[in-house]
């Protein structure tokens, strides 16, 4: 095991320092019991500030919708980025919901779908890595599936220790804790036959990767972690999606069935862990996370996919 432990509470919080982050999280708390009609449109009226705004990431996720898929217009390109910003700013309020939401209120906006299939793995004793895609609405539909059937989350801890306590308690109310560069601790849960949950869906750089293909993009850097913690944890593979429904205040969790035959060489893994992330991201992919560059890591010898932006 590791030696992370969960943040805690120190006097030294309290310094002047960590002001704003006090008043952030203070206004997310006070935000969080609004009614949530308020919040959606107040969130969406936000995203709709951030598209005029941030330029920058306006181009980057026009430019990842252009790689992903080419036959799409500039017309359904542009109305799907700013979609996309509307769902950027309500998830700003989702996370206030995540964090401080009562356990009735969180259950009575979701339904999940295929919690069987976690059940019967766990009467099995089978540890599960429940393979998941940076929907912005993901921190909201990890709370409404804890409540459901807990697991094990893995935690990026923020260079704020006041904001990482807040994220800490927020994230991990039915869930373990554990720092997603602990690998040892994450197979150690999934021989147990715990759920961890996992994210294969960004470029983390070259250390522990491969080169896959990821929609219309050939060479799409993608994590071997997937085939590593599967076959290292004995696990068995089930993706998830987490989908925000047309009817106001509605998530749908929907668990897959399980990938059978997981690939153990780490390639081929990536090639069928990106199939299950695209079609995860097709359920919405308005409400997935196109502003940070995907594509940023390169094979050797070709150009950057995101020159001049």
Known sequence: MS???????????????????????GLMYLASWLPY????YVGRGLGYLMHTLMKRRVKIADRNLALCFPEMTPANRAAMVKENFANAGLALFETGMAWFWPKWRIQKHFTIEGLDTLLELEQQGKGVLLVAVHSLNLEIGGRGLSEQTPGVGVYRPNTNPVYDWFQFRGRMKRNIGVDRKDVKSMIHYLKEGHRVWYAPDHDYGRRRSTFAPLFAVKHACTTTGTSLLTHAGHATVVPFSVVRERRLGQYRVKIDPPITDFPKEAHAAAVITNQAVERLILRAPEQYMWLHRRFKTRPEGEPSLYEGI
């Open 37 to 40: 009609r308020v919040q959606f």
């Open 3 to 25: 030696d992370f432990s969960a943040p805690t509470f120190r006097l030294g919080f309290l310094h002047p320092r960590y002001l704003h982050t006090w008043l952030g999280v």
